[in-house]
């Protein structure tokens, strides 16, 4: 079992990975298609959605730029980096997704940001596990 700088044990929190569909580089075929789920989004909420995405906590980050994959040109998103609210955890441009083109998320993902008031709670990201 982990221990911290105390020698106290402490238990690693796996995260569940949210929006890895299997067009993005990075993606997988379990995490579904992202051109299926464009324009699926209700945009209810949508300003409160976008800012909980964007205000996740940083706990890794890519040596590379996000392409958006929809965009005949594949210009660029940004940097890439890995955001969470503590349970589950996301990829940086799974905002641009949203916003642009109305990107189905999953209901679960949607409750439980309301849950949290549409604000991430404090994340000790050193007991975070993917």
């Known amino acids: 079992m982990p221990e911290d700088k105390d020698g106290k044990n402490f238990f690693l929190m796996k995260l569940i990975g949210i929006g890895f569909s299997e067009e993005l580089p990075y993606g997988s075929e379990s995490g579904g298609s992202l051109v299926e789920r464009t324009h699926k989004f209700s945009g209810r909420f949508q300003t409160e959605v976008l800012s909980y995405l964007k205000s996740g906590v940083s706990f890794v980050v890519a040596p590379s730029l996000s392409r958006d994959v929809l ?26 997704y949203v916003e642009r083109y109305r990107v189905e998320l999953p209901q679960e993902f949607l409750e439980r940001m309301a849950v949290n008031n549409w604000k991430i709670q404090a994340v000790d990201v050193s007991v975070l596990e993917i």
């Open 71 to 96: 965009s005949s040109e594949c210009e660029t998103i940004g940097p890439l980096a890995l955001l969470t609210d503590g349970k589950l955890f996301w990829s940086s441009d799974l905002s641009c």
